[in-house]
C-alpha cells in the first residue's frame, strides 16, 4: 500500500491539485487532459494493461473533478440548465420540485462540490468506447453496464479483476443514496483514508464558503445529506 495517502484539506474538497498527475496524453488534442491521483496511476495503468489483454479498451470518462467543475455541475442542474434524472435514469420536471426536492434529486447522481469522491484524484469512471455503437452517445446510467448493455462484458470483467489492483465499486449497490455507479471505480489505498477524513464539519463549512444553488436548504439537512449520501457507499470487498 503507497504511503502518504493523506489528503491536505484543499484536496480532499477540490479546491488544490498537488495530489494529481496527468493521466496520460488524450488520444486526441481536442479530448480532455484527465488527472488522477499519483498513488493511483500505476494501479489504474497496470488494470488498463489487463484489460487491454483481455480485449477490452479501459478508457476513461472521468477522473479528477475540481470543486470549480462540480459547483458548475451542481448549480447546471439546480438552474435547469442541466437535466436531474430520477431513479430511472428519466429527466424530471425541474420546475414542479420545491428546492428540498430538488436537492435530494440532484444528489442522487450528483455529489455537493466539496464531497464530491472525484475530488480526491482515485476515483475513475469507465467505460470502452470501442464496444458503442457508431454516433452512439454513452450516458452513464446502469442499463448500459447490465446485462443487454453495450458494456456488460466489460462490467462483468471489472467485477473479476478490478480488487486485484487495489480498486473497487463504492456504488455498486443502490443504498438508498447515490444511485448504483457500475462505471464508478476506487482505489482503494487513497479512497479509505479520505473518506474517515472528509468530516461533516469540513462539508458544512465548504458550502458555507461556496457561491452554491441551494445553500440555505443544504445547510438545514446537511446532517442528513452526510449520512445518507456522503458516507453511505459499499464496503471494499
Known amino acids: 500500500m503507497p504511503a502518504n495517502t493523506l489528503l491536505t484539506t484543499g484536496a480532499l474538497t477540490g ?3 498537488s495530489h494529481v498527475i496527468a493521466l496520460s496524453a488524450p488520444p486526441q488534442p481536442t479530448q480532455q487532459q484527465h488527472l488522477i491521483h499519483k498513488h493511483a496511476q500505476p494501479a489504474f495503468a497496470q488494470l488498463q494493461t489487463r484489460a487491454k489483454q483481455a480485449g477490452f479498451n479501459l478508457d476513461v470518462v472521468s ?31 425541474s420546475a414542479i420540485l420545491s ?16 464531497a464530491s469522491r ?28 447490465d446485462e443487454g448493455g453495450y458494456l ?18 463504492p456504488y455498486r449497490q443502490d443504498l438508498g443514496g447515490v444511485s448504483r455507479e457500475p462505471w464508478h471505480l476506487s482505489y482503494l489505498p487513497v479512497a479509505v483514508p479520505a473518506q474517515h ?25 446537511i446532517e442528513q445529506i452526510y449520512t445518507q449520501y456522503i458516507c453511505n457507499v459499499a464496503a471494499a470487498s
Request: proline share 4%.
Open 15 to 17: 479546491q488544490a491539485q
Open 63 to 93: 477522473c479528477f473533478r475540481s470543486f470549480e467543475q462540480q459547483l458548475r455541475i451542481w448549480n447546471n442542474k439546480f438552474n435547469g440548465l442541466r437535466p436531474i434524472l430520477d431513479h430511472d435514469s428519466q429527466p424530471l420536471d
Open 99 to 114: 428546492e428540498e426536492q430538488k436537492v435530494f434529486a440532484i444528489l442522487r447522481w450528483s455529489m455537493l462540490p466539496g
Open 118 to 145: 472525484h475530488h480526491w484524484g482515485c476515483e475513475i469512471d469507465v467505460c470502452d468506447y470501442s464496444a458503442l455503437p457508431t454516433g452512439y452517445q454513452l450516458q452513464l446510467i446502469p442499463q448500459e453496464y
Open 152 to 169: 456488460a462484458a466489460l462490467s462483468t470483467w471489472l467485477d473479476d479483476n478490478i480488487a486485484d489492483c487495489g480498486f473497487y465499486r
Open 197 to 221: 477524513a472528509c468530516t461533516l464539519a469540513l462539508i458544512t463549512e465548504t458550502i458555507r464558503n461556496a457561491d452554491i444553488q441551494g445553500k440555505a436548504t443544504i445547510l438545514a439537512n
